[in-house]
């Protein structure tokens, strides 16, 4: 099946620094989607992305697909205490019947004030 | 935040007894997902719908069923629980099988 390789597992950083993680994938992908996981609560849904090359931001987020459709990333400009949690990407190609959805690991942030 | 809860949300039982957990959505979307969600392995589709009494197996389906009488409700059943599905559980839904999913808080199951 579909693997989706998402680095660093875990990151520690100073308050007010940008982050920056990415997933890579043994295929191609249609969709990119970007969730964060606060501990004891489930995903939620930050970003998605629908075409290949595509740059889009949510306040101090951005996240591109990357032109191969086989990547993507997360940027995390000026991070706050908040921002402590773990980031997911997923993948979704939707061809020929198929459109199951591939999680990344994930990646755990945590920030020191 | 999309309507979706998700009951029990902590439960322990023991290994051999049946379990059964109920997500319930008011969002009166099409599709629902059961996933797991393991150290070292992420989220990883158990079964889904994409309708009343339409459902179809997903990644790691074996120990597990499903059921979907109302639009609202999908139920995940562990038949005979066993210590392999200690696991935290998440539903999500999403509008068609295309569409971007949206996930339930989550329920923790201790299998003993």
């Known amino acids: 099946g579909q693997q989706l390789n998402q680095s660093p597992q875990s990151m520690f950083i100073q308050e007010g620094e940008d982050v920056s993680m990415n997933c890579t994938s043994s295929s191609i992908f249609n969709t990119w989607l970007w969730y964060k996981q606060d501990p004891g609560e489930g995903p939620v849904l930050l970003i998605a992305?629908?075409?290949?090359?595509e740059l889009t931001s949510n306040g101090r987020l951005t996240a591109q697909f990357g032109i191969t459709r086989k990547d993507s990333f997360l940027n995390i400009s000026a991070s706050i205490p908040s921002d402590v949690g773990i980031y997911f990407c997923?993948?979704?190609?939707?061809?020929?019947?198929?459109?199951?959805?591939?999680f990344g690991k994930g990646t755990k942030l945590s920030v020191i004030p | 935040d999309a309507g979706i809860t998700q009951s029990p949300r902590h439960k322990v039982t023991e290994t051999g007894t049946p379990v059964t957990l109920r997500c319930h959505q008011t969002e009166n979307h099409r599709y629902m997902y059961w996933y797991r969600q393991d150290p070292g392995h992420g989220l990883r589709l158990i079964h889904y719908s994409y309708g009343v009494k339409d459902t179809d197996k997903g990644e790691v389906s074996d120990g597990y069923s499903v059921s979907r009488s109302k639009t609202e409700d999908f139920l995940l059943t562990l038949e005979s629980a066993t210590s392999s599905q200690t696991s935290v559980y998440f539903c999500a839904i999403s509008e068609s099988r295309a569409e971007t999913q949206y996930f339930g808080p989550g329920t923790r199951l201790l299998v003993l």
């Open positions: 992305l629908y075409k290949a090359g």
């Open positions: 997923a993948g979704q190609y939707s061809g020929a019947g198929s459109y199951q959805l591939t």
